[in-house]
């Protein structure tokens, strides 16, 4: 069994919004271990992001209240200093954001961004440093590594600011690494190369990554452990293979099947109807994709939807699995039945 | 980098003569010239004098030829003759550019001594007391009138408290060079440098707020605080270097503008600068000490803004030109 590197214990993340508080991650248990990839994957707004930068604690800690445990070696993050966190933030965890154009400071080179962890993380001289993020670079695939080092962001491309900011997150060795989207804003071409990367840097790393996603290809290529997210709340956790071959809940059949694909070249590609209500409006009691899937009747869905292993190691929340259908599905059934009689 | 030094310099010289064309243009089109300016009401002289002395200084001309002389001699520095004072309008101007350039420079970095400490306090701790209180401060200040300040400032500091002296730049009984001199320098522009500065750092402090509050949401300061960054630290190496960055940039128009803007100041605090003679000459209609001034501020903005782009080219990266 391998050692448990992070455990989320009922993580509760709420905004302040005109006075009240509303909950974007609503109740997240998860654990990542060592050299494990954990996908985190929903549409936009279900919490994904929100998730990541509450484990980092990097919401304005004014308008926001963190609830449960985010635990990380022996400590609960959510409760150490502020001081102590920092001691965490960029050593053992790193973190890679999502658009490369933005993460990095303008005003600064390179190299000294690069090197700022090594400042706070490691006793090192200014030359060692710098020899250390030479060797960074060129890990992260920058062959003219002694140029970029003294350029600035706005000189480099996309994919290359990327590789700068995975860097950064790889300065100090974390243990974990946070990529929040790393690949959205990048070419296809690009997102290919930067997905490589970070395969190849964690078969030698031995990192656990967090890896949030709307993209399920790089969900099937990068991902050991899969976590669908909806509303705030997991709905189902399965090995990638499991989820990929044995889909459980609506949620997930539903965005399986709204991808493209060979196979079905002539139906019409599924669309999951509405939108992930906001956190201000969206109804916490019953099964939160109940509204998006009107055809199941009422008594199908749990009354507080728990979550059930329905195979070994595979999760999934409410009982509304069990009876689910696409409409499509059935219509072409009577359909069938209508032009033969 | 001297390349564009350069090119940035070549591209002055068509705006300073379109400057000046405009300048002259529009002085000529003024009713009234520097004759009737000066007799204007004179029952001895009579139409024929006073077409004897138009013909005298040349004020009959065509415009341009008029134009061409004007500039002619500008170039080296000779501005001519201000008909009301009887002395070169280049000692003239001479004689007060320093006191001007004192107050505007004083003006200057009272400006930034205020706005950025306010600005950075507000900017960083938003919507706290003092945030509220520097906010409340902008709003005042931005709706007083210069001169309706000053004028409260010279009354209290000066007639009711007696601290600083009404007006004038300097004691006239005190010998320069003495620490005296430099003393009662200090004291007549202290009133002046502090109305101008406590209304003019509004815009620098809202701006300075502004700009701290739209950084720190950036995605690269989340990247600063992922990195283990303490705040304070967040706050110095990274939004700081960004906001300031543009206040850096407008030190060049900040400085001129101050310098070309100093009429009410200059006037309510009868400061001998540069301001005070601008008003003086164009209610005399000394034609050319006015067109002179306008020429003078005119091109102190044009090196202004080059100032600036020099200033931000050095400082941002991402406009450096090789």
Known sequence: MKKPVLEIKDLRTSFNIKGEYYAAVDGVTLTVHENEVVAIVGESGCGKSALALSIMGLHDRKNTKLDGQVNFGDENLLTVSRSRLNKVRGKDIGMIFQDPMTALNPLATVGRQIEEPMDYHMKLSASEKKKRTLELLRRVGIKNEQRVYEQYPHELSGGMRQRVVIAIALACDPLLLLADEPTTALDVTIQAQILDLMKELQNQMKTGIILITHDLGVVAEMADRVVVMYAGEVVEIAEVKELFENPLHPYTRSLLNSIPSNMQAKQKLHVIEGIVPSIQNLDREGCRFAPRVDWIPEEDHEKNPEMHEAAPNHFVRCTCYKTFYFPEDRVGENEYVATNS | MLKFILRRTLIMIPQLILLSLVIFVLAKAMPGDAVTGAFMGNPDATPEQIEKIREKFGLN??????????????????????????????????????????????????????????????????????DKLIVTYNYVAFATPLFVFALLMLFIFAFLLGWFPYGGSVDIRIESGTWDYVVSRAKHLFLPVMSAAIIGTVGTIQYLRNDIIDQKNKDYVKTARSKGVPEGRVYTRHILRNSLLPIAAFLGYEITGLISGSVFIETIFSYQGLGQLFIQSIGLRDFTVVTALVLISGTAVVVGTMLSDIILSIVDPRIRIE
């Open chain 2, 61 to 130: 001309d065509p415009w341009y030829v008029q134009y061409g002389r004007w500039i002619g001699k500008a170039v080296k520095g000779d501005f001519g003759q201000s008909y009301t004072h009887q002395q070169p309008v280049t000692t003239l101007i001479a004689g007060r550019v320093e006191n001007t350039v004192l107050l505007s420079l004083f003006t200057a970095i009272m400006i930034y001594l205020i706005a950025i400490p306010l600005g950075i306090v507000a900017g960083r701790w938003t919507d706290s007391w003092a």
